[in-house]
């Protein structure tokens, strides 16, 4: 009766399975010792002088959450933009741990409602087969006089 033998050993083990399939929690990602999550900036440079208005990437706990991006340089063409904002994400993401792939909600917001197809174009498969959620908005305006600014919330 070696089939009831194992299936014994496996319940037998199953709670310490589950415990070590339970910590997949990054290094760093909660204060030692404790189950509390932890806020972390991330900057490519050194701190700033004054404090800022607000940080471009914040990981907390097993989160990322990157503040809207925008291009402001010329020429102002929606592929374009988007294209320089999604490699700015990507870049940003990387530094943080995570990656395109991982990322959970995405907020697109457009200065003009006519570049959603264009923006679409450049935008598709940029998260991987399976991406995440969405909300596009047309804004009157972008700050930076960016044609398209994109904020996403990520794990690590």
Request: a positive charge; aromatic letters at 8%; charged letters at 20%.
């Amino acid at each position: 009766m070696p089939a009831k033998s194992n299936r014994r050993n496996f319940l037998k083990n199953a709670p310490a399975v589950a415990a070590a399939a339970a910590v997949t929690a990054p290094v760093g990602a909660f204060a030692q010792g404790t189950d509390k999550p932890v806020k972390k900036i991330i900057r490519n440079g050194p701190p700033p002088a004054n404090p800022p208005l607000f940080n471009g990437t914040v990981a907390y706990g097993n989160l990322v959450f990157i503040s809207g991006i925008g291009a402001h340089d010329a020429p102002f063409e929606i592929k374009r933009h988007t294209k320089i904002v999604l490699d700015q994400m990507k870049k940003q993401l990387e530094a943080a741990g995570s990656s395109m792939e991982k990322v959970l909600k995405v907020t697109v917001y457009l200065k003009e409602g006519k570049d959603y197809a264009d923006m679409n174009e450049v935008f598709r498969g940029s998260f991987g087969p399976e991406p995440g959620v969405r909300t596009t908005i047309a804004a009157a305006w972008i700050p930076g006089d960016s044609l398209v600014e994109i904020d996403c919330i990520a794990y690590i």
